[in-house]
């Protein structure tokens, strides 16, 4: 059974991963109130009627077409009108950022990553500002803010599953200290076929984990590091659509380790009799399946919410624009957004009507929040730094080729990492 829709023994229970703080025990819960009505620690001044009939236009990736009709009904019902491309017109992150900051017609932003957040919030994007916000619901979500900006919806990580069947390690238990050790496990893995996409790049942030250098012309990670994503690439096992997601190669049985995202987890394994004749079994207990001990932990990300600073938005307008921010982060929505889409909320309110427990792949210790020596970053902030020059080194010298066509493993000794870090001609 994936999730628990009831608890029967216990009187109180409080979530909270790794990473996100816990609800205070003799704190008083906000009052409820009205969604359109505006609270004190907002702005515009609460005597300031939201204008209701105002349309609110949406960026984001979060948007496969089946979920933007579900989230824009959702909306209508809480008395919001809402405007959002799905994925046929604007697909990923990258690409949803790109629209808004071109555009310059919304009024908020939600879904992406990290990364895209501290690009957002560092200046990059010239015609995207956030303005001062903070949500009643602040305090329900930890670490996972950018205090006054910007404040987490869905967390997600990347996991290193292997099954532990007759297809798999035969009852072995995987323990690694990094994730680069799975080159050297002896067992077959999953590779991911291209340089874009969220997961993929979650994936290598994650293998590189154990070779930061700032002091690197490489992007900041060593030279070794770089080695090790190469024989990743050369000895893992990849393909067509059928080997587009680590899961479906797993549940197979073609590769006895492989890499997959959280959120689609539970609701794959639920269905995983449809795709194999030897499926994964066992949702919040693993039957033929586990988790690899990976004593680092992983790359975890947070989906956020902010609200953009739009020009010409009269006050009431914004007024408007915040009531449905509050209203899309509280804890009721993120909870009916998890049940619907099996994703784990940032606010503890919400991940406690939902979950029983904490799911495991959610008590992973999240690497992300580390801090990178010789640096003020920690590790997210890393990676948000150093991903272009990443994405260029990938992309000018052929990771992830297709159809097992490998270009020559580079004259690693002898590279011109200047050169490499640029995006090519």
């Keep these: 059974m994936k999730k628990i829709l009831c608890i029967i023994l216990a009187l109180c229970m409080v979530f909270a991963i790794a990473s996100c703080a816990k609800t205070e025990p003799?704190?008083?819960?906000?009052?409820?109130?009205?969604?359109?009505?505006?609270?004190?620690n907002n702005t515009p001044d609460p005597a300031v009627e939201p204008d209701r009939s105002y349309t609110i236009r949406i960026y984001s990736n979060s948007n496969s077409p089946d979920r933007?009709?579900?989230?824009?009904?959702?909306?209508?019902?809480?008395?919001?009108?809402?405007?959002i491309d799905d994925n046929s017109v604007?697909?990923?992150d990258s690409a949803a950022v790109q629209a808004a900051n071109e555009k310059q017609d919304g009024d908020l932003i939600f879904g992406l990553n990290e990364t895209r957040w501290g690009q957002i919030i560092g200046g990059k994007y010239e015609n995207l500002k956030l303005i001062d916000w903070t949500p009643t619901w602040a305090g329900k979500v930890g670490d996972f803010k950018y205090d006054g900006q910007a404040y987490g919806i869905v967390i997600q990580n990347v996991l290193m599953l292997y099954r532990t069947d007759e297809y798999g390690t035969n009852g072995a238990e995987l323990h690694f200290q990094h994730w680069a050790d799975v080159v050297n496990s002896g067992y077959r893995w999953y590779r991911q076929n291209k340089v874009g996409g969220t997961t993929n790049?979650?994936?290598?942030?994650?293998?590189?984990?154990?070779?930061?250098?700032?002091?690197s012309p490489a992007g900041g990670i060593s030279v070794d590091g770089w080695k090790t994503l190469w024989k990743f690439c050369a000895e893992g096992v990849s393909g067509g659509d059928d080997f587009k997601y680590g899961f479906d190669p797993l549940n197979r049985g073609d590769v006895q380790v492989s890499e997959y995202y959280s959120s689609a987890l539970y609701g794959q394994i639920d269905a995983a009799a449809n795709g194999s004749d030897h499926p994964l079994k066992g949702g919040l207990e693993p039957e033929n399946w586990n988790l690899v001990d990976i004593a680092d932990g992983t790359y975890y990300i947070a989906e956020y919410v902010g609200i953009l600073d739009k020009t010409g938005r009269t006050e009431a307008q914004t007024a408007q624009v915040k009531a449905f921010a509050e209203w899309f982060g509280g804890a009721d929505m993120q909870a009916a957004w998890a049940e619907e889409w099996d994703t784990y909320p940032c606010n503890t309110d919400a991940a406690s009507a939902?979950?029983?427990?904490?799911?495991?792949?959610?008590?992973?210790?999240?690497?992300?929040?580390?801090?990178?020596?010789?640096?003020d970053m920690n590790y997210a902030e890393y990676?948000?730094?150093?991903?272009?020059?990443?994405?260029?080194?990938?992309t000018n010298l052929?990771?992830?080729w297709a159809d097992n066509n490998a270009p020559a493993e580079p004259d690693w000794d002898n590279l011109d990492w200047a050169t490499l870090t640029q995006k090519a001609e």
């Design 398 to 400: 052929g990771f992830y």
């Design 383 to 394: 990676v948000a730094a150093h991903s272009a020059e990443w994405t260029n080194i990938l």
């Design 354 to 375: 939902v979950y029983a427990t904490t799911p495991a792949i959610y008590t992973i210790p999240n690497f992300a929040r580390n801090a990178v020596a010789g640096t």
């Design 201 to 215: 790049a979650n994936i290598n942030s994650a293998m590189l984990y154990a070779f930061v250098d700032p002091t």
């Design 68 to 83: 933007v009709e579900w989230f824009v009904k959702k909306a209508a019902d809480a008395g919001f009108t809402v405007s």
């Design 26 to 40: 003799n704190k008083p819960e906000p009052t409820p109130t009205d969604p359109n009505t505006p609270d004190d």
């Design 90 to 92: 604007i697909s990923g």
